[in-house]
């Protein structure tokens, strides 16, 4: 009788273990992963450059040239290049004449007995109807002819005032000048004018928004569109939950920094001594930026705050300049509509302005 057989299942090959992955790997995954990541970041800072810039040649120029962002400020023809001041208002055209400034009220030689103020600004003063009219307007009424040449230029700094100041003065002759200041004066350029008339943030405001020193971050932070676009969209994200929301515009945050007021005090120096020398009275007044009256950052110290203002009221005192800071009569009035974007006046906040400035001046010796 044959044996009985046993059923068997056929011989599986012994399986060979998983190798473990040694750090060789993981330093391989790091490395691709690193690598792939520098180009989805230098894709996107390239691409926005070339956006930025307005083409692909001048994107891949602002890779190595220092070139700014631009900042359309809607300033159409009005503007031209100058060598001293980067840009002065277009002459020949909207009224403005040899002297880059509009003559409304500077279109005749000022007479025996009239008074002439200049005023020196921004794009706070510039409205053909704000505070600069208001007052024009109390002069009509006056008994001798008081005359407000409006010499505001948009986007101009305290440095490109003084050196307006110095190739006006002479042939406009005013009886008195006052400077308007805002918070974002605190640079030699703020805007720069581009070929096809825009107005740029410069560079030099840019880096106002990071840590002062010289390490590899700081200075990467500094060239790249890219950081500065991220810190832009983080700070528009925060909204109102930033303590300091000046600290995060670059046009702003320079004021808040010790190593802008050298600059600050310089001109106002040469300015009031200019002046001085002519025996023409000099007086400055500070308006606020929108986000220092609000609710929210009152409960700051005030040195915090208010440090522009402060500042310059200190620089004003060592030089015995009379200043008006309008930030407590704003600040009194941060219920009313007083700015259209935080920077620029309302109807009521030139209104407001003039109010304020009437008495100043006639106190500075400003006004007849």
Request: net charge neutral; charged share 20%; aromatic share 8%.
């Amino acid at each position: 009788m044959p044996a009985p057989t046993t059923a068997t299942t056929p011989a599986v090959p012994a399986r060979t273990g998983a190798r473990p992955r040694g750090p060789r790997f993981f330093a391989k995954v790091a490395l691709a992963n690193a690598i792939a990541l520098s180009v989805v970041l230098g894709a996107c800072e390239l691409g926005l450059r070339i956006w930025r810039e307005g083409g692909v040649w001048a994107g891949l120029c602002s890779l190595v040239d220092d070139r700014p962002v631009p900042r359309d400020l809607g300033t159409g023809d009005w503007l031209q290049p100058d060598d001293s001041r980067g840009y002065v208002l277009r002459a020949g055209v909207h009224g403005v004449d040899d002297l880059h400034v509009r003559r409304d009220a500077a279109a005749r030689p000022p007479s025996p007995g009239d008074w002439r103020l200049l005023l020196l600004g921004d794009s706070i003063s510039w409205p053909a109807d704000g505070f600069a009219a208001l007052l024009q307007r109390e002069g009509d009424a006056a008994p001798r002819r008081v005359d407000v040449v409006n010499a505001a230029v948009p986007g101009y700094t305290i440095w490109q005032e003084s050196r307006h100041l110095d190739a006006i003065l002479a042939p406009i002759a005013p009886a008195a000048v006052l400077l308007q200041y805002c918070c974002n004066d605190n640079h030699r350029f703020l805007h720069q004018l581009s070929d096809d008339g825009r107005l740029l943030i410069t560079s030099e405001a840019r880096r106002a928004l990071w840590p002062e020193g010289d390490g590899w971050p700081t200075r990467v932070a500094r060239w790249s569109y890219l950081c500065l676009e991220v810190r832009r969209a983080l700070t528009v994200h925060a909204g109102a939950r930033s303590d300091e929301p000046w600290l995060d515009d670059p046009a702003f945050a320079a004021a808040w920094r010790d190593d802008s007021w050298a600059l600050v005090d310089a001109e106002l120096g040469h300015m009031h001594e200019l002046l001085r020398q002519r025996g023409v009275p000099f007086a400055v007044v500070a308006v606020p930026y929108g986000p220092q009256l609000a609710d929210a950052v009152q409960a700051l110290p005030a040195d915090r705050v208010r440090k522009p203002q402060l500042r310059l009221a200190a620089a004003c005192a060592r030089h015995g300049i009379p200043l008006l800071d309008l930030w407590p009569a704003f600040r009194a009035h941060a219920g009313e509509a007083l700015f259209v974007d935080g920077i620029h006046l309302t109807a009521a906040g030139h209104r407001l302005a003039a109010q304020e400035l009437g008495p100043f001046l006639r106190s500075a010796g400003l006004w007849p």
